[in-house]
């Protein structure tokens, strides 16, 4: 006999689509097996029926002949040789009535009774084990529901210790229930033959003691048939019992597993997380606007196919596309006070896509593994190798940025104390490779440092604001006086709002391509480490350096010269992410010049900043030619003071965002 197909007892915890789908299978199976059972029913009481039809018939035949020599005839009393043929006839009719009888009794019993009673057993037990299947999953889904909307920021511990216990109490009745179920539809497949072959089995044989009574001329035809029918029949019996037996033992141990896995975030102080992950599936809750102020949370079961998101609903045979993960970034957010809050955000301009987990494991463990497909580690050779290695560095701390260090050495030569004047955050991390290609390993070298802000100090904020005409020099070397007078004589003064994403040396500036690579990786490395808040600055471009100035106190954080700006570019799809790379010259005679990144995120289009700071360039070398200048002051407008007029929004828009500070960003 071929196999019989089986759900897997193990996989009823977890109730995910897939085992979804098969059950669905499994159930259209019964569902058809029940039509035809009732119809095969029909046909084999029907044919009970008219068996018993004949033993009435046969046994009125019988009298009728009997009677025959008691009718008054009007031209005589009859033949006598008639009278005693019909007599014999009737005595063997009548014989021939108890042998139908007989048949009509076996087949009641060996024929109609199995089939109605595995209709009315095993069918209804599947259809009533159903019914409680469906009923638990209602309740695990209303219990989970409950518990998804637990507030993060005001926990009552009460509610939720309620909530988690009427989590884990839906679930063990739900994992009861599907034990049940599935063992009752595995048994269903060996039942199904057996109720199918044995009623016609016990009708062939009644057919044949029938006519071995009347006639002793088929029993050798049918005897090794009905012996093999037998047999079939005892072989699928024992099997059943063998498969029965082992079914209960394993439902034993199912149910003997640790109450933790009924327990939603169980392991929340110490969860074990794997940040190698390639790829990875589970249920989600998803968010979904259901009009203009209102939203929705919709939970579905999420896995990774190659570079893909995709989602399958319960009973649906097949997933579908939610979002192509390659080259995405992936941030924790704070969603209407949800925990485990993430949000998915496509650089084709695609609408992003907020998720909430249900643990924290699950939570850490779908940023890391999105994180590790954004980056196609799945198309190298061995991806979980370079998987295993980019997570390994991305974990270690290290020194801040070397170009910050030498500028600001520059700026105190004879200091002990290099770089006082610049604060860097301990959000440095160490730098993550994205991949093996070496494009990437030319424009940066692997393991490089990322720096995430830039924090002036007190020192230097009190030296700014100290009373008095006192003058100071700044950690770049400039003078507050000179500054000014530099800033009225500047021929090009533009600022714009913007975020500080992240710096990093390089080693190239002779393409744009690099300034992509440092956006990428850097975010990357805020997806991993869960950095997405950062501060506000104005960029301040005038035609003779850059500048990112504090919006508040108006104190300037950091400084570049125009003239060493080398690359800079926007991002080719988010046109809101802009990076120059700023060149710094070597302290040390016959060493290299120092390559350093600068991601920032803007408000506005960041074309607009690479065109301003292109015209500023474009005004340094014009300088050298009075002829030239006065060319390139006729081919773009001045304002009142002499200056250029570049853009007409920006300023309004300065004015709209100068009072937001710790915003999060949208790259």
């Excluded at 974990?395 to 050495?409: G, H, I, L, M």
């Amino acid at each position: 006999m071929p196999a019989v197909d089986k759900l897997l007892l193990e996989e009823a915890l977890h109730d995910s689509p897939q085992t979804r789908s098969l059950l669905s299978v499994f159930e259209e199976d019964a569902g058809t097996l029940t039509e035809y059972t009732n119809q095969l029913l029909q046909a084999m009481q029907r044919v009970y029926g008219a068996q018993n039809e004949m033993c009435l018939a046969t046994h009125q035949l019988s009298k009728h002949l009997l009677a025959y020599e008691n009718q008054n005839f009007a031209l005589g009393k009859g033949d006598e040789q008639v009278i005693s043929s019909l007599q014999n006839f009737a005595k063997t009719v009548e014989e021939l009535n108890i042998l139908h009888a007989q048949l009509a009794e076996q087949l009641a019993e060996a024929m109609v009774f199995p089939m109605i009673q595995f209709r009315e057993k095993d069918l209804t037990e599947v259809s009533t084990l159903k019914d409680m299947f469906v009923l638990t999953s209602n309740e695990h889904d209303i219990a989970m529901a409950k518990y998804s909307r637990l507030p993060k920021r005001r926990e009552n511990e009460k509610l939720k210790a309620e909530v988690v216990a009427e989590v884990a109490s839906a679930r063990k009745r739900q994992h009861q229930a599907s034990l049940q179920y599935y063992c009752a539809l595995n048994a269903l497949q060996y039942r199904k033959r057996v109720a199918v072959m044995q009623p016609m089995l016990g009708y062939t044989q009644g057919q044949i003691a029938f006519f071995k009574k009347g006639m002793e001329m088929f029993s050798k035809r049918l005897d090794s048939f009905l012996s093999s029918v037998s047999n079939t029949i005892k072989s699928i019996q024992d099997q059943m019992d063998t498969d029965t037996e082992a079914m209960r033992l394993s439902q034993q141990e199912q149910l003997s597993l640790n109450e933790s896995v009924y327990i939603p975030d169980y392991d929340v102080a110490s969860p074990v997380i794997n940040r190698n992950l390639l790829q990875k599936a589970g249920y989600l809750n998803i968010r979904n606007k259901t009009g203009l102020v209102s939203t929705s949370w919709d939970r579905l079961y999420f896995f990774t196919q190659g570079g893909n998101l995709m989602c399958q609903p319960r009973g649906a045979v097949a997933g579908g596309l939610v979002l192509d993960l390659d080259n995405c970034s992936v941030m924790a957010v704070d969603c209407e006070d949800r925990r485990y809050c993430f949000q998915i955000s496509n650089p084709s301009g695609k609408p992003s896509v907020i998720l909430q987990a249900e643990s924290k494991k699950e939570y850490e463990e779908w940023i890391c593994a999105i994180n590790n497909i954004s980056r196609q580690i799945y198309l190298t050779d061995n991806p979980e190798a370079v998987a295993i290695r980019l997570n390994q560095t991305a974990v270690q701390a290290v020194t801040p940025v070397a170009s910050f260090e030498k500028k600001c050495e520059s700026a105190q030569p004879n200091s002990q104390t290099a770089n006082p004047d610049l604060e860097y955050t301990n959000a440095t991390v160490q730098h993550q490779e994205p991949s093996d290609s070496v494009d990437s390993l030319i424009l940066i070298e692997p393991g490089t440092p990322i720096q995430f802000d830039i924090v002036l100090p007190a020192a230097e904020f009190l030296d700014q604001h100290r009373p008095g005409d006192g003058r100071r020099t700044n950690p770049f070397g400039e003078n507050e006086d000179n500054s000014k007078s530099d800033e009225e004589d500047s021929l090009l003064n533009q600022m714009f709002l913007v975020r500080f994403l992240g710096s990093m040396a390089v080693k190239s500036d002779s393409s744009k391509e690099v300034i992509y690579e440092a956006m990428r990786q850097v975010l990357a490395a805020r997806a991993i480490h869960n950095i997405f808040k950062m501060t506000e600055s104005h960029l301040l471009v005038t035609s003779k350096d850059l500048r990112l100035i504090d919006p508040q106190t108006q104190v300037t954080k950091i400084s570049f010269e125009l003239k060493d700006v080398t690359q800079f570019a926007e991002h080719q799809e988010n046109k809101r992410l802009i990076g120059f790379v700023v060149r710094t010259p070597a302290l040390i005679e016959n060493e290299d010049d120092t390559l350093s990144a600068y991601i920032f995120e803007s408000n506005t289009e960041g074309e607009k900043i690479c065109y301003t700071i292109s015209i500023g360039k474009e005004i340094i070398e014009a300088k050298k030619d009075p002829e030239a200048l006065a060319e390139l002051k006729k081919s773009i407008p001045l304002n009142n003071d002499g200056k250029f007029i570049l853009l007409t929004d920006t300023s309004d828009n300065n004015k709209e965002n100068g009072n937001c500070e710790d915003s999060e960003s949208e790259a």
